[in-house]
Nanobody, 118 residues
């Protein structure tokens, strides 16, 4: 079992920055593919960025490439999403997700609200 807790959301103006954190507990952090998803009101949840913890490979949604950076600190069992040049359309609840690489398991955090508004 893995517990995920997001933090770092808030209200920011367009063009601003935020850094989200996802603290994981309960299992070896390096054996998971970790992702950030987001869900805006009235829209489906979408993948924002993913990192494979044992080799550090990453991929991003086209809408955030060049603006968002996903990273992790395996020693701290924490994943981050650094968001720069935020746009109004980035407003959403951001969720942390962990999928076990070598066993079964798919875990979600409770979400953190990011609001981009002038």
């Amino acid at each position: 079992q893995v517990q995920l807790v997001e933090s770092g959301g808030g209200l920011v103006q367009p063009g601003g920055s935020l850094r989200l954190s996802c603290a994981a507990s309960g299992s070896s952090f390096s054996r998971f593919a970790m992702s950030w998803y987001r869900q805006a009101p009235g829209k489906e949840r979408e993948l924002v960025a993913r990192i494979i913890n044992f080799d550090g490979s990453t991929n991003y949604a086209d809408s955030v490439k060049g603006r968002f950076t996903i990273s992790r600190d395996n020693a701290k069992n924490t994943m981050y999403l650094t968001m720069n040049s935020l746009k109004l359309e980035d407003t959403a609840v951001y969720y942390c997700n962990a999928v076990a690489l070598f066993t079964t398991g798919n875990y979600w955090g409770q979400g953190t609200q990011v609001t981009v508004s002038s």
